[in-house]
């Protein structure tokens, strides 16, 4: 058998087994437009009387029937297309799916043994729009507590039109989209959008400022540096009305904006490979001279360059925000490696570790909370091995985690600051 084939052989098998009910013992670029400006709303938490409800029972929340323990899993296994050509595409996607429901599942089987036991629907969303449409009256997913998934934008949406029962949260995944794109109110969008690392960013480079200091902003006038640099400007401002900041278009003019009173904090807009070479390239030439001080923040993709053939990064101490936080010397982190590793014979990706995380949040809210989870969303944070999270309520779209941590180039590699 092909690699192709003997893969897809283990997915089938792993699907097969998992789309059975199970007792538990990107996406796209994100839109630049306004989106999460919108001012958020606290919801407060609801006390009710405690009615005692088992696990497994069909409540009753606004007129809809709820299975207090369901959760159903939309993922895009496409097993639909196994009979045909399999694409790398294909395979990846697939292969998204089945590492974040691993995860997902490693995370169930742990509260388990809190007493939290889950009624697990995994369904293929075959990672067509259409048929996602039709999931959102299907028997086994209506009567959910929690749905998690679909994981593509469009998707997301179509699904979401159709789920009549806004008062049970559709989580997504893994998508940057902004919350605003899709208008639903009951959506949970787990990973924080570019808008959101751009503002933290921002108040963060804002403390970093002492008289005398320069901020200036590196706007290269590309896509990223667009959607990053929307409002940057003005939100340092707003943190920080003293802080002396100025946008430059090319490094000619950044060149000529450098102060020798205190520290140049320079923030990149772009990560394209050239664009920052060229940046570092300037920087160490003027490094070279005495009185020069440069501290170097940037757009989250910078974690995906390599730094090697620059020698000063430890003195700029590079600075990202970023919603990926494995410590993979951490015990917990160890231990998760191991059991991931003895279950699926692999090591874990980092969608294996979001469905971890998502799985030990979601699913402790709801074993603590029952189907009143939901008035707890923005009151019980949460850090876990990948992702933090934070959430805030929007009344037009739903849920936007803002928990973000910052990384620092040190030793040639991102540690956690």
């Known amino acids: 058998m092909s690699g192709n084939k003997i893969w897809v052989a283990a997915l089938v098998a792993l699907c097969l087994a ?46 809809h029937a709820v299975k207090n323990n369901r959760i159903a899993l939309l993922l895009p296994f496409e097993l639909s297309g196994i009979a045909g050509t399999i694409t790398k595409e294909d395979v990846q996607r697939s292969s998204l799916a089945l590492d974040f429901y691993q995860g997902f599942q490693l995370g169930l089987d742990k509260i388990a043994k809190e007493g939290a036991l889950f009624d ?42 159709t789920f009549a029962n806004k008062n049970v949260l559709q989580v997504s995944p893994l998508a940057a989209t902004m919350a605003s ?50 409002n940057f400007v003005s939100e340092i401002s ?29 923030v990149s807009g772009t990560a394209n ?70 279950a699926y014979k692999v090591d874990p990706s980092e969608f294996s570790y979001k469905g971890y995380d998502a799985a030990l949040y979601f699913g402790r809210l709801i074993h603590k909370y029952g189907v009143d989870y939901v008035s707890r969303m923005t009151q019980d944070k949460f850090s876990g091995l990948n992702s933090d999270y934070k959430f805030e309520f929007y009344p037009k779209w739903g849920y936007a985690n803002r928990a973000l941590g910052m990384m620092v180039y040190h030793n040639k590699k991102f540690e956690r600051k």
């Open 18 to 63: 998992s789309c059975t009910t199970k007792k538990s013992t990107v996406l796209r670029s994100p839109s630049s437009g306004q989106g999460e400006q919108q001012t958020a709303v606290t919801k407060p938490a609801v006390d009710k009387e405690t009615t005692i409800a088992k696990v497994g029972d069909v409540q009753n929340v606004n007129g």
């Open 120 to 161: 697990l629907q995994v369904i293929d969303s075959r990672d067509n729009v259409a048929y996602n449409a039709t999931l959102g009256t299907a028997v086994n997913v209506k009567d959910a507590v929690l749905v998690v998934g679909p994981v593509y934008p469009r998707e997301i949406k179509s699904f979401g039109q």
């Open 181 to 230: 794109e899709f208008s639903l109110p009951n959506l949970v969008s787990i990973t924080p959008s570019i808008r959101t690392h751009s503002e933290t960013l921002a108040k963060y480079v804002a403390d970093q400022y002492y008289t005398g200091d320069q901020i200036l902003v590196y706007d290269a006038g590309d896509d990223e540096s667009k959607q990053f640099l929307v």
């Open 238 to 266: 707003k943190a920080n009305a003293q802080a002396k900041v100025k946008t430059v278009y090319n490094l000619a003019e950044l060149d000529n904006s450098l102060v020798l009173t205190g520290s140049n904090h320079i």
């Open 273 to 342: 490979k050239n664009l920052v070479k060229a940046l570092l390239d300037k920087m160490d030439e003027r490094f070279l001279n005495p009185g020069n001080q440069f501290k170097l923040y940037g757009h989250p993709n910078m974690a995906k360059l390599s730094y090697e053939n620059f020698e000063n990064m430890d003195f700029y101490g590079l600075t990202i925000t970023s919603s990926n936080l494995v410590n993979e010397s951490d015990s917990d982190t160890r231990k998760f490696i191991g059991n991931y590793k003895s």
